[in-house]
């Protein structure tokens, strides 16, 4: 089914957002100066992400779910971005309040995870419908059990990286580990490259994540005829056993 390829594709991508997320309690140290002030990170967002889903669900009623998914990548790289340029003027002249609205460009950020942790289980709902029309099975397992492969790849592939590109003096970061539970400091050059993978690579693959989504024609009247139509051919399902 091309729809169900357009959902492995897309969460076999935005799954590269491990890397981002590997890089957030380095950050974290870098930026508040311990590892263990991450919460300032995680909570934020989080409250962000709860945030963002009941958004995508009010939004639900006036737009289409594939219209918001791809919005959601293009508001994603806007939102990274704006945080990457708020952390590169702390990191390069520091004070208390760039930290602060730093933060609150994660909370920015978390909007955006509404959308990706809401859509592509409705997304999947909707291809399975398709599936059962074609072919009268209803394939609730194997579905999410291929896009589970794909992301698992991807995971594996993204937490394989992250640390060659963050650690040691010929990644791609340098990032200086700490010795003795004392943090070194690090050069202006890795505190901005961390920044980059954690706030303006993640908003790129979420971008890209939401781009096979132009190929995806589930929506409307198409996936409302389509939802008609599994009803109907469960209803003559059952009247043919029954008989």
């Known amino acids: 089914n091309k729809y169900a390829w357009v959902i492995i594709i897309s969460e076999f991508l935005k799954n590269f957002r491990g890397i981002a997320t590997y890089m957030g309690i380095f950050l974290a140290a870098a930026l508040l100066g311990d590892s263990g002030k991450f919460l300032f990170f995680g909570?934020?967002?989080?409250?962000?992400?709860?945030?963002g889903m009941l958004i995508i669900n009010f939004l639900l009623k006036k737009f289409n779910s594939k219209q918001l998914y791809i919005a959601?990548?293009?508001?994603?790289?806007?939102?990274?971005?704006?945080?990457?340029?708020?952390?590169?003027?702390?990191?390069?002249?520091?004070?208390?309040?760039?930290?602060?609205?730093?933060?609150?460009?994660?909370?920015?950020?978390?909007?955006?995870?509404?959308?990706?942790?809401?859509?592509?289980?409705?997304?999947?709902?909707?291809?399975?419908?398709?599936?059962?029309?074609?072919?009268?099975?209803?394939?609730?397992?194997?579905?999410?059990?291929?896009?589970?492969?794909?992301?698992?790849?991807?995971?594996?592939?993204?937490?394989?990286?992250?640390?060659?590109?963050?650690l040691g003096e010929d990644s791609v970061i340098k990032y200086i580990q700490p010795e003795d539970g004392i943090y070194p400091e690090q050069s202006?050059?890795?505190?901005?490259?961390?920044?980059?993978?954690?706030?303006i690579f993640h908003g790129?693959?979420?971008?890209?994540?939401?781009?096979?989504?132009?190929?995806?024609?589930?929506?409307?009247?198409?996936?409302?005829?389509?939802?008609?139509a599994v009803l109907k051919q469960r209803e003559q399902l059952e009247s043919s056993q029954k008989k």
């Open 43 to 51: 909570l934020p967002t989080g409250i962000g992400t709860a945030v």
């Open 72 to 166: 959601s990548g293009i508001y994603s790289v806007i939102a990274n971005t704006a945080a990457f340029a708020v952390g590169y003027a702390y990191f390069t002249n520091p004070t208390p309040a760039l930290q602060i609205i730093f933060i609150v460009f994660l909370f920015l950020i978390g909007l955006q995870f509404g959308a990706s942790n809401l859509l592509p289980s409705m997304f999947q709902a909707d291809v399975l419908e398709t599936i059962e029309l074609d072919t009268g099975k209803r394939l609730d397992a194997s579905l999410p059990f291929v896009i589970g492969i794909g992301t698992m790849i991807s995971g594996t592939i993204a937490t394989t990286v992250s640390p060659l590109i963050l």
């Open 188 to 199: 202006t050059y890795t505190k901005i490259a961390m920044l980059f993978f954690y706030t």
């Open 204 to 228: 790129i693959m979420m971008l890209l994540a939401g781009l096979p989504f132009l190929f995806y024609k589930l929506t409307g009247k198409t996936k409302d005829d389509i939802h008609e």
